[in-house]
């Protein structure tokens, strides 16, 4: 569908018809941009091409993740349903060029008039597509407002999974930078990339949505396919190594996508998306002893493996034993708690980011990990686990869990006459 | 003086030697971390490699900009002089080996007792160097404190040009992010690096400083040498053209670096570092037509080039008139009132990067740019020229200052048995 060309040539080519149009203050719109970035191009071209929009599944899900983040929810402001649905088309149609590496609509000065604001708003201009993907979702308050009223007659339509999470022991939640009626997740390997398509889907949506808060993250913490290692979070450790993967189809449809039969027949081949801004207070970690840090994640730092195994993907083995007659693994430490079969086979597809926005005012590094997790439903598969890890992880005492967000992922835009939610709204 | 070995080649290494401790919890220390970044070395090593730390100046200044910064500013919190010392020369021996690839101190489990904190935090395990530069500087407030108290005997020792900026028209500084004792500017092509070489400073300070502030940068707004693209800012321009850069070695004296005979020996080859956070209204901004956001920067938004001529780098030609007889560029554009030529000959080496912050609650994003520049004395450089953007500049609509620092940035460190700010304490 959509052709791969870069931004750098389509501004080539836009500059060479431009020159016949009008020459100066808004001349001219040919652009030799060369970025460090677009100097990378040749060497690894893969991680700064573009990924596919169209699909079955949205992209941003399964796709292997890329190294930044630029998560944004949006408050509905308007009570204009076909407003609304307009801001979706007009979303789909920019995510669809922004994603192919192109501007997010015509450029400004190129056969368009100079009188009106740019339709792009520029700072990628000259940056290749960067494997920038868009993935839209929707929270349970677009479908009743805080006062149970139905504010697109959308009501009937909303899943049962897409409930209210439980409080959970410990939560710090700020209601400012949770929930949200709408949200995307932008991910790519340049956070200019990401930046760029969050600020104009916000542009684009103005009068009729709202930016209620939005996170950075600079470092994926999970790997979505085999082909990628497992990274490092703000702990040192290497978490979430049994990840569910691209590559284990059986699986992703047991755990990742819903079905028409789970009840919503517009999310067939969606997901559902749980975000958890989790605060860590890393100078108190970091004053923690190796052996304690061990302990309470179960594995060991260097190399990621069980402290019952040798091998980061060993299976850990939570029967052995110590010389001292004591568990290698503590019935406590975070690596059992979240294991699968301590939450009746319940798996997750993690694709969190490490963030840190600056400091606290008390003199400390406000950081963290912004957790991402999506599932075919958070009722069996993030809320028991989370319930779990609430009461029992030692964990807890390091970290705080800020914010809280659950969105229904809608199943992938299928063609130029698809857009995002269309299931929802048809 | 440093070998360049990463941490992967030494955690190899050190794995092997580990076998021979105890196994356990806190057992061999064997990484084959594969991350995508040190996937990326092989095609283009150099992006990943070490920069020098030892010079006759700090590097991160004319080092070639690279495209992540976490900057970050000390309150000094302890008034014994000797306790102040001792953790610089701890930074240093620091900042030797995480510039170099390395942990920030020997790894907590290898051949150390696991019963101890880490000497390093472990989340840049596995990656490489990253061209990782940490540039340190001491900010007035070092000197003497807001009671005028001479804090650590250095009050005489304070250069002329370490001088607090003047108060600027339409600056909104937030006081709790501007200013500092110490400064720490950590640059590198991975922002895990970064951060993670600025939270071990913070983790070896204990005690002795706390974070006062911590901004984080997503791409550079600024080349500073002629080897690279003149990259975008947030408002979709090329900005920054004309800056100083790494090549040009006679004006470097004349505009960058410190000499003997400005006033403060132990600045010779330093220095003078100002910081603003620069937040800009995007929103506004991006309602603005095409031709008013040209006017006011005086260059065209494609190419960058300024608008009395074709191409970036182009001089600007200010007494070049369009048809209707007024100036093609405004005498209010950014260009002009930042262009050398009115401004008495004042250069300066700009370093700055974009930032996104979130949003700040009011439906917008909290973006903008993180302006840092290096000068000799800035009140021969950046005050005059940021006096007359302050009251003439259209972009002022657009912008609001709300941070500032100014930072007196030393000479290079040595060898080995020099440290930061030796010139100052000695």
């Known amino acids: 569908m959509t052709k791969k060309i870069s931004r750098r040539q389509v501004l080539a080519a836009s500059g060479a018809g431009a020159g016949l149009l009008a020459v ?27 990924v596919p929009f169209y699909g079955e599944h949205q992209a941003g899900i399964t796709t292997p993740a890329q190294d930044r983040l ?3 929810a949006f408050d509905v402001i308007t009570s204009d349903r076909a407003k609304l ?59 009743r407002d805080a006062r149970g009223r139905d504010r697109f007659g959308l009501a009937a339509k909303r899943p049962a999974a897409l409930e209210d999470l439980p409080h959970f022991p410990g939560d710090a939640l700020r ?18 990339v990401a930046v760029h398509a969050v600020r104009n889907l916000a542009r684009i949506g103005m009068g009729v949505v709202s930016v209620r808060y939005s996170q950075l993250g600079f470092g994926r913490t999970s790997s979505t396919s085999t082909s990628q290692a497992t990274p490092r979070n703000l702990m040192g ?46 100078e108190t970690w970091d004053r923690t002893s190796l052996s ?14 069980p402290l019952s195994g040798k091998g980061e993907f060993d299976e850990p083995d939570f029967g052995r034993k110590g010389p001292d007659g004591e568990p290698l693994i503590a019935d406590e430490a975070h690596i059992k708690l979240a294991h699968p079969t301590m939450n009746g086979g319940a798996r997750l597809l993690r694709r969190g980011y490490n963030f840190v926005d600056g400091s606290d005012g008390l003199g400390r590094l406000d950081a963290g990990l912004f957790f991402m997790a ?19 992880d030692i964990l807890n005492e390091y970290i705080r869990h800020v914010s809280s967000g659950l969105f229904a992922v809608p199943p992938g835009v299928r063609d130029a006459a698809d857009y995002w939610g269309r299931g929802l709204f048809a």
Not at 31 to 38: D, F, K, N, Q
Not at 175 to 192: K, M, N, Y
Not at 292 to 305: D, M, T, V
């Open 374 to 392: 999506y599932q075919r439903d958070p009722r069996k598969q993030f809320v028991p686990v989370q319930r779990q890890l609430a009461r029992r």
């Open 70 to 72: 630029h998560f944004v």
């Open 175 to 192: 209601a400012e930078i949770s929930g949200g009626d709408l949200c995307v997740q932008a991910c790519a390997q340049d956070p200019q």
């Open 292 to 305: 304690e840090q061990e302990a309470i994640f179960g594995r060991n730092k260097g190399e990621g493996a």
């Open 24 to 50: 100066g203050a808004a001349g001219a719109f040919a652009v030799e941009a060369r970025s460090e970035t677009a100097e990378l191009s040749s060497a690894r071209s893969d991680l700064l091409d573009a």
């Open 85 to 143: 649905v307009t801001m979706l088309q007009d979303w789909t149609s920019a995510a669809v060029r922004m994603t192919a590496g192109l501007d997010a609509g015509a450029l400004g000065a190129v056969g368009g008039p100079a009188q009106a604001p740019p339709q792009d708003t520029g700072e990628a201009l000259g940056l290749p597509p960067s494997q920038l993907t868009l993935t839209f979702g929707v929270g349970a308050s677009l479908f």
């Open 237 to 282: 450790f290497k978490d979430g190594t049994a990840n569910l993967k691209a590559e284990e189809t059986e699986e992703l449809d047991k755990h990742l996508w819903a079905a028409a039969a789970d009840g919503a027949d517009w999310m067939a081949g969606g997901s559902y998306l749980v975000t958890r801004k989790i605060r860590m207070i890393v």
